[in-house]
């Protein structure tokens, strides 16, 4: 049986394509890595962030010791050095802004709803708590 946080991936995974939310890019090469790691990976490191109340460096190191947030964040296989330098997920919160988390965190929550990983009635106590 599939777990929501493998569920949720693949839902989000299809939702962002290469490109969104991506940071400047320094070179050609580091510009295709970059248009895939930070498709799924950025999204998928916030998400584990906020899911666990790690910091950026927490996250980032914890991704290296954990084949399953390596693979919820779209890696094909285990890694062994960090993803990207912690300082960098602070610098792409910068970079999309306030209206870009919301909307990350909206398509996460619409996948979730969609996939089946979040009860609707779970929305709306959450909203009753605003």
């Known amino acids: 049986m599939e777990s929501d946080q493998l569920k949720l991936q693949g839902i989000v995974g299809k939702r962002y394509k290469p490109g969104d939310f991506m940071l400047p890019k320094k070179s050609q090469s580091e510009t295709e890595k970059q248009g895939e790691l930070f498709r799924i990976e950025l999204v998928g490191l916030h998400y584990l962030k906020h899911t666990y109340g790690l910091s950026d460096e927490e996250t980032v190191h914890n991704w290296t010791e954990n084949p399953y947030w390596q693979y919820f964040c779209g890696s094909k296989w285990f890694e062994h050095k960090l993803p990207i330098d912690p300082s960098s997920m602070t610098r792409w919160r910068k970079k999309i802004g306030e209206a870009g ?9 619409k996948a979730g709803l969609k996939g089946r990983v979040i009860k609707p009635m779970i929305i709306r106590a959450m909203r009753q708590c605003i």
């Open 101 to 109: 988390v919301e909307e990350m965190l909206e398509g996460t929550i």
